[in-house]
T-cell receptor, first 114, second 111 residues
Framework: NAGVTQTPKFRILKIGQSMTLQCAQD?????MYWYRQDPGMGLKLIYY???????DKGEVPNGYNVSRSTTEDFPLRLELAAPSQTSVYFC?????????????FGAGSRLTVL | QKEVEQNSGPLSVPEGAIASLNCTYS??????FFWYRQYSGKSPELIMF????GDKEDGRFTAQLNKASQYVSLLIRDSQPSDSATYLC???????????FGTGTRLTIIP
């Protein structure tokens, strides 16, 4: 049982490049999330999904896209990378049936845009 | 805008003492509240959640919720150096599975 797996752990991009951050969970959780965390700050929600085929925007969706074709996978696509997207990205999953939406986080992906 | 506010710290507490971390929220529709611990360079991990007014205890940790005052706190008894971390408070509304996080309080336990 691996939990939530994110790849890559580190990546440097040039301005204007695109990339996909991968996220997979093996806990059969219906909810999945992408957060970003800037230095000294809390977590800002980018996108989330309540199940396969359903996605919705969070607080800071501009410059990102997501898809949820399976329960297990929730990739985050960055198009035309900008320095403002330099951050640590966390994927998380949760199971609403637990009574409160307790999230399990992946280890994070540190992205630098130069 | 729905907000969760925390004092960023740093909060320094002697080893063995009680650490008290506080959080206020602006959305009266918030129903569930979470405390996550985040070590430097690591991902957040859940410590506790609470959704009823009053206290909830789990080992050395006690979460307190006062919905009338829109106030959540986390008490850590017998603080240990391993408790040194950033503590994130989060809230969610009933039926809304998005969590809103505060900016976190950095706690340092002094041996």
């Amino acid at each position: 049982n691996a939990g939530v797996t994110q790849t890559p752990k580190f990546r440097i991009l040039k301005i204007g490049q695109s990339m996909t951050l991968q996220c997979a969970q093996d806990m059969n959780h219906n909810y999945m999330y992408w957060y970003r965390q800037d230095p000294g700050m809390g977590l800002k929600l980018i996108y989330y999904s309540v199940g396969a085929g359903i996605t919705d925007k969070g607080e800071v969706p501009n410059g990102y896209n997501v898809s949820r074709s399976t329960t297990e996978d929730f990739p985050l696509r960055l198009e035309l990378a900008a320095p403002s997207q330099t951050s640590v990205y966390f994927c998380a999953s949760g199971l609403a049936a637990s009574g409160a939406n307790v999230l399990t986080f992946g280890a994070g992906s540190r992205l630098t845009v130069l | 805008q729905k907000e969760v506010e925390q004092n960023s710290g740093p909060l320094s507490v002697p080893e063995g003492a009680i650490a008290s971390l506080n959080c206020t929220y602006s959305d009266r529709g918030s129903q569930s509240f979470f405390w996550y611990r985040q070590y430097s360079g690591k991902s957040p991990e859940l410590i506790m959640f609470i959704y009823s007014n009053g206290d909830k205890e789990d080992g050395r940790f006690t979460a307190q919720l006062n919905k009338a005052s829109q106030y959540v706190s986390l008490l850590i008894r017998d603080s240990q150096p391993s408790d040194s971390a950033t503590y994130l408070c989060a809230s969610s509304n009933f039926g809304n599975e998005k969590l809103t996080f505060g900016t976190g309080t950095r706690l340092t336990i002094i041996p």
